[in-house]
């Protein structure tokens, strides 16, 4: 959605204010985190990027608000806290692809990879491909997980075309994304007494 930007300032400090549409991105453009002057076309590799990191973070908060998502935890933290963790840092992410001065911290990563690996010693080991579905937190979980390789692969492509630099950082939670969401949708049908259903191939 076009968003009128205006830079004001009261008393010593700065703010930019929006409005929800100026008309501006009727032509094919838009613009990007902070500038209000400088506009790309929506179909550039950053805006396909942008757009798939949003589109991953509004389904996050369908996850979040199932009403499983609270009664399920992970490393001390309910689902529905570890999902709006996540949204949080994907406006790091939206922001650093956009070329504001943010990145992921290296911590963060590891705090995830920990959540991952926690989940795992709770689950039976991987030995084959899961059809999706079981409970339907379960079911909203891997379709993010779906939507949030899809946000890896749009902020990679940015990357190697080298229209912008992106932090390795940042391409490290990405790949940790998917994993978590995964083993966030396992462990989701496991809690719920769910068997896991792998494909027939026939």
């Not at 453009?29 to 798939?52: D, H, M, P, W, Y």
């Not at 509004?58 to 609270?70: D, Q, R």
């Not at 992106?166 to 083993?183: K, T």
Request: hydrophobic share 40%; charged share 25%.
């Amino acid at each position: 959605m076009a968003k009128k930007c205006a830079i004001v300032k009261q008393h010593k400090f700065w703010y930019i204010t929006w409005m929800l549409y100026t008309g501006k991105g009727d032509d094919g453009t838009t613009k990007t985190f902070g500038s209000c002057n400088q506009r790309i076309s929506k179909s550039s590799a950053v805006a396909e990027a942008l757009g798939s990191l949003d589109e991953i973070n509004s389904f996050l908060g369908i996850c979040k608000t199932n009403e499983y998502a609270k009664e399920h935890y992970l490393e001390g933290y309910s689902f529905a806290e570890m999902v709006d963790w996540v949204q949080q840092q994907l406006f790091i992410v939206q922001a650093h692809v956009a070329g504001a001065d943010k990145t992921i911290d290296k911590e963060k990563i590891i705090h995830m990879e920990q959540a991952i690996d926690m989940t795992e010693k709770e689950l039976p080991p991987i030995k084959t491909f899961f059809v999706s579905g079981g409970t339907t937190l379960a079911a909203q979980f891997d379709f993010a997980r779906t939507l949030a390789r899809r946000a890896e692969r749009r902020v990679v492509g940015v990357s190697e075309e080298g229209k912008a630099k992106v932090d390795a950082n940042i391409l490290a939670f990405l790949n940790r994304l998917s994993s978590l969401l995964y083993a966030m949708a396992r462990l989701a049908n496991y809690k719920s007494g769910i068997t896991e259903e792998p494909p027939s191939y026939r």
